[in-house]
């Protein structure tokens, strides 16, 4: 079992910069991949980036790339995602999720078996 809470969402203005972070617990979270999702209103929930247990085999949606950085910290159990060059079409509930089997790919690909519950970006014009 993996618990992932988020923090750091918030209001921001365009062109901004956020920092979210996750904090893992569990005894296998060293060894899964971890990564981000966000759910616009009305939208379904779409895969953001990914990183392997490691630390590396990153993967970014093509709308974040180059823009947000993922990363990860096994020695304090978290991950975190910094966002960069906000718009306000970053607007969205970000969660992050795990993969047990330690595939950042998997998650790419929307699979994921853990989520936490979710942290509010809003992005304003």
């Known amino acids: 079992q993996v618990q992932l809470v988020e923090s750091g969402g918030g209001l921001v203005q365009a062109g901004g910069s956020l920092r979210l972070s996750c904090a893992a617990s569990g005894r296998s979270f060293r060894s899964n991949a971890l990564g981000w999702f966000r759910q616009a209103p009305r939208k379904e929930r779409e895969f953001v980036a990914s990183?392997?247990?490691?630390?590396?085999?990153?993967y970014y949606s093509d709308s974040v790339k180059g823009r947000f950085t993922i990363s990860r910290d096994n020695g304090n159990n978290a991950i975190y995602l910094l966002m960069n060059s906000l718009k306000p079409d970053d607007t969205a509930v970000y969660y992050c999720a795990a993969d047990s089997y330690g595939s950042s790919w998997s998650l790419s690909q929307g699979e994921a078996d853990y989520w936490g519950q979710g942290t509010q970006v809003t992005v304003s014009s």
């Open positions: 990183i392997g247990w490691s630390g590396g085999n990153i």
